[in-house]
C-alpha cells in the first residue's frame, strides 16, 4: 500500500482560497494519473480534479475557472489551488492516485481525506 497523504484543509469564508497538497513517497505520481474528489455532507463522493501523467487536466463543471491542478517540479506533490471559493465546496476532500491506468493499471491508492469547510 502506497501512503497518500492529503495536507492543507481548513476553514476559509465564502470568497477565500485553500491549497490543498497530495504528497506520496518516491515518484509513485509521475506514473499515475492523480484525482481529487471530495465527499459533501450527505452526498456520493465526487471527482473534483484530475491530472494525468502527461498533464492533461479534467475539471468538475462546478469547480471550472475556480479551481486548478498541478504538479510540482520533481513530480512528488499534487496541489489543488482553490479560488472563490463558496459554501457547497465543504467536503472531505480525497487524494487518489491510479498508476499506469491509461495502459490498464489497476491499483488506486486513496489518501484518509482533509476536512475543508468554507463558511459563508
Known amino acids: 500500500q502506497v501512503p497518500v497523504v492529503e495536507s492543507g484543509g481548513g476553514l476559509v469564508q465564502a470568497g477565500g482560497s485553500l491549497r490543498l497538497s497530495c504528497a506520496a513517497p518516491g515518484r509513485i505520481f509521475s506514473i499515475s494519473t492523480v484525482g481529487w474528489y471530495r465527499r459533501a455532507p450527505g452526498k456520493e463522493r465526487e471527482l473534483v480534479a484530475s491530472?494525468?501523467?502527461?498533464?492533461?487536466?479534467n475539471y468538475a463543471d462546478s469547480v471550472k475557472g475556480r479551481f486548478i491542478i498541478s504538479r510540482d517540479n520533481a513530480k512528488t506533490t499534487i496541489n489543488l489551488q482553490m479560488n472563490n471559493l463558496k459554501p457547497e465546496d465543504t467536503g472531505v476532500y480525497f487524494c487518489n492516485a491510479r498508476p499506469l491506468v491509461e495502459i490498464g493499471g489497476t491499483k488506486t491508492y486513496w489518501g484518509q481525506g482533509t476536512q475543508v469547510t468554507v463558511s459563508s
Open positions: 491530472i494525468t501523467r502527461h498533464n492533461d487536466t
